[in-house]
């Protein structure tokens, strides 16, 4: 049975599954339909990796940290967050900006089947803001604070992956 994975970059939020079986390991991204073979392979007793991504080679350089990474490849370093993907029933807001912006994205992939906001609206702490189907079952989402809404870029039937932005809160 595959296990599901949410892996945190800043604001974005994406959920993966492993699986293994009689090969080794397997990952997709949530809601691909196609798997790839994964391997990771330690070089000696550094932090340098080789990441077998369908027997395509990735050298990477892996600095682990409570509840996540720095992976460096090449030039580039992603500090990513990972943790064990859990459904949830509430809006998850990621924490205001600099100018008290909350996006609010979705706890889950699914599909929008209401929405009960749009820009310019004042809410309640409580307030519903949409409803999103997933694994055939309605799921309210609830404003996490008092705001005026400043964007919705959904709409009804729209699908959605987890992470995806679905409201912006301006708090009150």
């Known amino acids: 049975m ?15 599954e492993m699986d293994r079986d009689e090969h080794g390991f397997r990952v997709r991204r949530d809601g ?23 027997n395509r080679p990735v050298e990477l350089y892996l600095e682990r940290r409570r509840g996540g990474a720095v992976a460096t490849i090449g030039r580039h370093a992603f500090d990513f967050d990972v943790e064990r993907w859990r459904p949830q029933t509430g809006a998850r807001a990621v924490r205001p900006d600099e ?3 909350k996006r609010i994205v979705a706890p889950m ?8 906001c749009e820009p310019g609206t004042t809410v309640q702490a409580g307030d519903v803001l ?20 400043e964007q ?5 039937g ?13 708090v009150l």
Do not use: C, F, H
């Not at 992939?109 to 009960?116: F, K, L, N, P, Q």
């Open 2 to 16: 595959a296990e599901k994975y949410l892996i945190r970059d800043g604001d974005s939020e994406v959920a993966y």
């Open 32 to 54: 691909s339909p196609d798997w790839q073979r994964a391997e990771l392979q330690r070089i000696g007793d550094s932090q340098l990796y080789l990441l077998m991504i369908d």
């Open 99 to 101: 100018s008290g912006l």
């Open 109 to 116: 992939t699914g599909s929008i089947v209401e929405v009960r």
């Open 130 to 149: 949409l409803v999103i189907e997933s694994m055939k079952m309605n799921n309210e989402l609830k404003s996490p604070a008092a705001g005026v809404v």
């Open 152 to 156: 919705v870029p959904v709409k009804p």
């Open 158 to 170: 729209e699908r959605v992956n987890a992470g995806a932005l679905l409201v912006a809160l301006q």
